[in-house]
C-alpha cells in the first residue's frame, strides 16, 4: 500500500479517534478533539499531494479517499450534533447526500466505471472540514458559535450543489438500462 493510501487509512482511523475525544468534556478534550480534528485533515491535503507529484494515482486511493473524508466529516457532524453545537438537520443533509453520491458510485462501480471526485466536490470537503473546526472551537471560544453556524448553513448549500453537479455529471448512469454503460 502506498503513502497516500496509508494516509487516508489514517484519517478514517482518526475519524474514530475523534469521536472518543469528543466523549472527553473538558478543555483538554476539546483540545484534543481539535488536535485530531486538525491532523485528520492534514492527512487528506498531504496524501492527495503526495499522489499527484509522485503520479501515484490508484484505484484504491481513488475509493479509499472520498470514504475518509467521508467517516472524518460524518464523524465530526454527528459528534458536533450530539453536543449540541450544530443542528442535527445540518448533519442529516449532509448524510442523505452522502448517501445519494455513494449510491451513485456503486452503480458506477458495478458497470466498471471510476469516477474521481471533481472540483465542487473538493470545495465541499474543504467547506465541511473548516465548519467542523470552526465549530469544535467553540467550547472554547463560545464567540465562535455564531461564525460556525453561518459556516454550516453555507455548508448545506455548498454540499447539495455538490451532490446535486455530481449526480447531473453522471446523469447517464442513472438513466442506463440492465448493466452495460
Not at 39 to 61: F, S
Amino acid at each position: 500500500m502506498n503513502l497516500p493510501n496509508r494516509l487516508s487509512l489514517g484519517r478514517a482511523l482518526l475519524a474514530l479517534a475523534l469521536v472518543g475525544c469528543m466523549h472527553i468534556y473538558s478543555t483538554p478534550g476539546y483540545i484534543l478533539s481539535l488536535a485530531v480534528f486538525t491532523a485528520a485533515c492534514l492527512t487528506d491535503y498531504l496524501g492527495g499531494d503526495i499522489a499527484r507529484k509522485r503520479g501515484i494515482v490508484t484505484l484504491l486511493g481513488i475509493f479509499l479517499d472520498p470514504v475518509a473524508d467521508k467517516l472524518l466529516i460524518l464523524a465530526a457532524f454527528i459528534m458536533l450534533s450530539v453536543r449540541g453545537l450544530m443542528p442535527a438537520w445540518v448533519t442529516i443533509v449532509v448524510l442523505l447526500r452522502e448517501l445519494a453520491v455513494d449510491s451513485l458510485r456503486l452503480v458506477a462501480a458495478g458497470r466498471s466505471v471510476v469516477i474521481a471526485a471533481g472540483l465542487f466536490g473538493k470545495v465541499k470537503t474543504i467547506t465541511q472540514m473548516l465548519t467542523a473546526a470552526l465549530l469544535l472551537c467553540t467550547p472554547l471560544l463560545p464567540v465562535l458559535q455564531t461564525p460556525g453556524l453561518i459556516l454550516a448553513m453555507l455548508t448545506v448549500g455548498v454540499t447539495l450543489g455538490s451532490g446535486g453537479d455530481y449526480i447531473y455529471r453522471n446523469r447517464k448512469l442513472l438513466l442506463e438500462e440492465g448493466g452495460e454503460p
